[in-house]
């Protein structure tokens, strides 16, 4: 088919192609002559112009570009009517002729994307828009194909460069993100992890804009995670906080999150993007970690504590069983001479009774001290009138000789070992008597306390420090450097009142000096006081005499 000469007319709608009288020069009566063929034959892309009739679809023009792009001439199409079809790829050829049906029934434009096989057998893609023209020849197809192959080859890289990033997102040990710069941090998209890691899925977050802030972030930590997310938004400096998660079924999870915000070429933001990383197993790690540490601490402070008491303790060997063990063999060493009168004897043998005595109570102390540590120790409880116990106590108490001692003991029974009450009765009337000064007055009640039994001990001396108030009652514990004992008496006493189940500490008078409190559980009964229930003794003997009124309860 030939493409003729045009002559087109000056009027400014004289030209029925667009601007293609631009082209072309004027002949001698001033009018413009187009080349029209040289126009379409440079443009691009292969244009056509088919036939469609009885006699089937005839191709009757093809552009040379056709020879240049597919490497056959335009007299090959034109005589060979299934070349077209042939060099289409085999895929493609289907929804092509269907797209042809649809535009010869319904006589709108045709437009296809497709794909033909050049004659080396490289692959191109078409663009193909074809129009229905109707003159006075007749009706016939005109259509352009445009070469997009290299735009169909920059979209698939892209699609494969968007699947191995999609891919490489998705399969990452994290959640990824994108919010936008608002102060919610509308969620743009949210990575599939999201179900596994915390049981939201990807629609979660698509339908509830507050989800992460308002019902993922743990309530305490929401408010710090809300300032942080600010000051991401309005400075663009990187978002890194470490928080807990609620997961839907509950479970608390810890979580780094990290986000940057991305700018365009010039510098203005677009959106945040970050991650978050389940760290859930390193802060347990790193609990146990620090628990770990914590018991070897404990466990070396318990060391150096062991040592120490080794060496407290044969300190108060060497220092408090010399002292009597010398005097006994003073005493043994002059009852040997000749000339000892009787009344010399008896004060001698006064004296070593005195220092046995002391040595027997220092080893009686460090055996059951030695015995609670070990667990060796078991109660043999009864009945006991702990009252009458007290004033036993009171009255063959040895170290209250000079004290006045205010005795309130009514009878009051109760479950106890008698051995070791007693003990812990003497103990804290030795401590009292050894760290106030002679004459300082001492009282001692018995009281029915919360279902058991309260013994009392308070003295008008120098009194115990706040910061020594609790670790007096520990093992060799002496207050400060000078004070005299061994630091056993106080811990005995806790020890058997925890023995009982019981407990033991110190408070202050509040008429100046210390109170010591033991508390031992299981009264049986308390009857009324009997003549003789209150007394008041100097050097463990006298009249009764009222003591102070009242006593401090148990804190």
């Keep these: 088919m030939s493409v003729p000469e045009v002559e087109t007319s000056d009027a400014p709608d004289g030209n029925p192609s667009g601007r293609a009288g631009e082209v072309g020069e004027r002949n001698g009566s001033g009018r413009e002559v187009v080349d029209y063929r040289t126009l379409i034959e440079q443009i691009p892309a292969i244009t056509y112009t088919e036939v469609h009739g009885g006699a089937g679809q005839r191709t009757t023009y093809v552009s040379p570009q056709a020879t240049h792009i597919l490497g056959y001439t335009p007299?090959?199409?034109?005589?060979?009517?299934?070349?077209?079809?042939?060099?289409?790829?085999?895929?493609?050829?289907?929804?092509?002729?269907?797209?042809?049906?649809?535009?010869?029934?319904?006589?709108?434009?045709?437009?296809?994307?497709?794909?033909?096989?050049?004659?080396?057998?490289?692959?191109?893609?078409?663009?193909?828009?074809?129009?229905?023209?109707?003159?006075?020849?007749?009706?016939?197809?005109?259509?352009?194909?445009?070469?997009?192959?290299?735009?169909?080859?920059?979209?698939?890289?892209?699609?494969?460069?968007?699947?191995?990033?999609?891919?490489?997102?998705?399969?990452?040990?994290?959640?990824?993100?994108?919010?936008?710069?608002?102060?919610?941090a509308t969620n743009v998209y949210t990575s599939p992890q999201t179900d596994a890691m915390f049981g939201f899925t990807q629609q979660d977050w698509n339908e509830d804009p507050d989800l992460w802030l308002g019902k993922m972030v743990h309530p305490e930590d929401r408010e710090r995670c809300r300032l942080a997310e600010a000051d991401h938004t309005e400075t663009g400096e990187v978002y890194d906080e470490t928080y807990r998660i609620l997961h839907r079924d509950g479970r608390i999870l810890w979580v780094r999150d990290v986000a940057v915000v991305v700018e365009d070429a010039d510098g203005i933001p677009l959106y945040s993007q970050g991650f978050l990383l389940d760290i859930t197993s390193q802060k347990k790690a790193e609990s146990e970690l620090e628990h770990a540490l914590e018991r070897e601490h404990a466990q070396a402070v318990h060391l150096r504590s062991t040592d120490e008491l080794k060496n407290t303790l044969l300190h108060t060997l060497s220092h408090d069983l010399k002292g009597p063990i010398t005097a006994v063999?003073?005493?043994?060493?002059?009852?040997?001479?000749?000339?000892?009168?009787?009344?010399?004897?008896?004060?001698?043998?006064?004296?070593?009774?005195?220092?046995?005595?002391?040595?027997?109570?220092?080893?009686?102390?460090?055996?059951?001290?030695?015995?609670?540590?070990?667990?060796?120790?078991?109660?043999?409880?009864?009945?006991?009138?702990?009252?009458?116990?007290?004033?036993?106590?009171?009255?063959?108490?040895?170290?209250?000789?000079?004290?006045?001692?205010?005795?309130?003991?009514?009878?009051?029974?109760?479950?106890?070992?008698?051995?070791?009450?007693?003990?812990?009765?003497?103990?804290?009337?030795?401590?009292?008597?050894?760290?106030?000064?002679?004459?300082?007055?001492?009282?001692?009640?018995?009281?029915?306390?919360?279902?058991?039994?309260l013994v009392c001990v308070d003295d008008e001396g120098p009194g115990i420090p706040d910061e020594l108030k609790a670790s007096i009652f520990e093992p060799f514990r002496k207050g400060e450097a000078g004070t005299p004992g061994s630091g056993i008496g106080l811990s005995l006493v806790s020890g058997f009142a925890e023995f009982h189940g019981g407990r033991a500490w110190v408070q202050d008078r509040p008429e100046g000096g210390a109170a010591f409190r033991v508390f031992f559980p299981g009264t049986v009964g308390d009857q009324p006081g009997a003549d003789g229930d209150r007394a008041q003794a100097e050097g463990g003997h006298g009249e009764g005499s009222p003591g102070p009124a009242g006593s401090p309860s148990p804190s």
């Design 75 to 184: 007299q090959q199409f034109i005589e060979d009517r299934q070349l077209w079809r042939t060099l289409r790829h085999p895929a493609d050829r289907a929804s092509v002729a269907a797209a042809e049906r649809t535009a010869e029934v319904t006589r709108q434009p045709f437009h296809a994307e497709y794909r033909m096989h050049d004659r080396a057998g490289r692959q191109h893609w078409f663009r193909d828009d074809a129009v229905l023209v109707e003159d006075d020849g007749g009706t016939f197809w005109q259509g352009v194909m445009f070469d997009v192959t290299a735009e169909k080859e920059a979209e698939q890289q892209a699609r494969e460069a968007e699947l191995r990033y999609r891919s490489l997102v998705e399969s990452l040990p994290c959640l990824v993100y994108i919010d936008h710069l608002d102060e919610r």
């Design 329 to 453: 063999l003073a005493a043994t060493t002059a009852l040997k001479r000749p000339d000892v009168r009787e009344s010399e004897r008896q004060e001698l043998l006064d004296g070593m009774a005195v220092r046995a005595r002391r040595m027997d109570r220092l080893l009686g102390d460090l055996l059951d001290l030695e015995r609670l540590g070990r667990g060796n120790l078991w109660p043999s409880k009864s009945p006991v009138d702990v009252g009458q116990l007290v004033r036993d106590v009171v009255g063959e108490s040895d170290v209250l000789e000079g004290r006045v001692v205010d005795v309130d003991a009514p009878r009051l029974l109760a479950l106890v070992d008698p051995p070791k009450v007693e003990r812990a009765i003497d103990n804290l009337l030795v401590n009292a008597a050894r760290h106030t000064p002679q004459g300082t007055r001492i009282w001692i009640r018995v009281l029915p306390q919360d279902g058991g039994v």
